[in-house]
């Protein structure tokens, strides 16, 4: 009998949700032919969360031609205390805290890789659009493909990412410097000048 097990992603004020079959390996794009690396949970035996967020969010950053991001211990830091934070409450929603850029995601305990959460991200390629925020999903809702324009946001030059657990759910929070998703600006062009970001809207 095969178990089910769900997951949550929350980009910025977003909460799209899928659920994913245990273990399986799934298809994060239409033109890929196949997902960043396994998607099983044994996949956190073998590597660190530092090793798969960084190559997966490098990986694509090169495909659009931009820099490629550094480990941000501090980042990193920020976001293990608000990992924390949502692990005690049990809810997933995002930092009032507007001076990074930040990605979310929750599911169950133990069942999901670090692969498999960075595939959850970069699956939302399958509706991007090289347009300028908000104009960047074919779904007519930029939130459905915030995870992904925050990973490769030209500007953004740092990541740090972190995951902590209560009884029942893992939360993966990702902290990004500077943060992505600016108003008005393409994520592969970028600019430091415009300030008012989404992940700074109420």
Sequence with gaps: ?????????????????????????????????????????????????????????NEERRR???????????????????AQRLSRSGILRHSSDNRQGENLWMGTRGAYGFHHMMNDFLAEKRYYVARAVPAISTTGR?????????????????????????????????RYDPAGNVWGVRADEGDTEVSLSMNHMP
């Design 1 to 57: 009998m095969r178990q089910w097990s769900a997951a949550l992603l929350v980009a910025l004020i977003a909460v799209p949700s899928s659920v994913q079959a245990e273990g399986m390996i799934e298809e994060v794009c239409g033109d890929c032919a196949a997902p960043y690396g396994s998607a099983g949970p044994m996949a956190r035996d073998k590597v660190t969360l530092h090793q798969v967020a960084l190559a997966a969010h």
């Design 64 to 82: 659009w031609k931009v820099p490629p991001l550094r480990w941000d211990d501090r980042l990193s830091a920020d976001a293990a205390a608000y």
């Design 142 to 174: 930029w939130e459905d493909v915030g995870h992904y324009s925050q990973m490769i946001w030209r500007t953004t030059t740092a990541v740090g990412c972190a995951l902590a657990s209560n009884r029942y759910y893992d939360f993966l929070v990702c």
